[in-house]
T-cell receptor, first 115, second 113 residues
Framework: RKEVEQDPGPFNVPEGATVAFNCTYS??????FFWYRQDCRKEPKLLMS???SGNEDGRFTAQLNRASQYISLLIRDSKLSDSATYLC????????????????FGAGTRLAVHP | EPEVTQTPSHQVTQMGQEVILRCVPI?????FYWYRQILGQKVEFLVS????????KSEIFDDQFSVERPDGSNFTLKIRSTKLEDSAMYFC???????????FGPGTRLTVT
């Protein structure tokens, strides 16, 4: 079983649409969770950390369900500039704990927003 | 905004040659990492580095690989004898040790012929 699983997509949506991505992780000891965004042949860029209570940053909302080992990302009012691959990432290191940590990446979900 | 930088952006080398990939992490960060991404595949952890020593390394990080922080700013990844399968994008990342978020450099595309 893969450590982090994501639907590869692509998700093709019109501008203004709401789109949701899901991710499952296999290691119940995972402590920190993130969504990164990666444009074609570029570096992963941190989109948001995901906290147990869920969190929102503008048009982006992330949720975590530890019992189901499931993370989600909701994008509202999609923009053309949201077109990218969204990477679900987990770590065994607790947030705010300091220390080194190894990020475990999913293969990503590709989003294409069209006019 | 401070950022991680990497040089070169693209390196072409012949099989069996040594390469050194260079990174300048964010200046107040304490933890440094290398990841790689083979074209079309996921990002994979290679190694983490703190206080001038390796904290953790993956199975990929075999004896052909080494890391070094030769001075107060640079962080390098050396591959001693490159193989065709080492062709990938290599990303350097750093974190400040207070929170776990890591910030990535733009990557070095390594092509082994």
């Amino acid at each position: 079983r893969k450590e982090v699983e994501q639907d590869p997509g692509p998700f093709n949506v019109p501008e203004g649409a709401t789109v949701a991505f899901n991710c499952t992780y296999s290691n119940s000891a995972s402590q920190s969770f993130f969504w990164y965004r990666q444009d074609c042949r570029k570096e992963p860029k941190l989109l948001m950390s995901v906290y147990s209570s869920g969190n929102e940053d503008g048009r982006f909302t992330a949720q975590l369900n530890r019992a189901s080992q499931y993370i989600s990302l909701l994008i509202r009012d999609s923009k053309l500039s949201d077109s990218a691959t969204y990477l679900c990432v987990v770590s065994l290191t607790p947030p705010f704990s300091g220390g080194y940590n190894k990020l475990i990446f999913g293969a990503g979900t590709r989003l294409a927003v069209h006019p | 905004e401070p950022e991680v930088t990497q040089t070169p952006s693209h390196q072409v080398t012949q099989m069996g040659q040594e390469v050194i990939l260079r990174c300048v992490p964010i200046s107040n960060h304490l933890y440094f990492y290398w990841y790689r991404q083979i074209l079309g595949q996921k990002v994979e952890f290679l190694v983490s580095f703190y206080n001038n020593e390796i904290s953790e390394k993956s199975e990929i990080f075999d004896d052909q690989f080494s890391v070094e922080r030769p001075d107060g700013s640079n962080f390098t990844l050396k591959i001693r004898s490159t193989k065709l399968e080492d062709s990938a994008m290599y990303f350097c990342a750093s974190s400040d040790g207070q929170v776990v978020e890591q910030y990535f450099g733009p990557g070095t595309r390594l092509t082994v012929t």
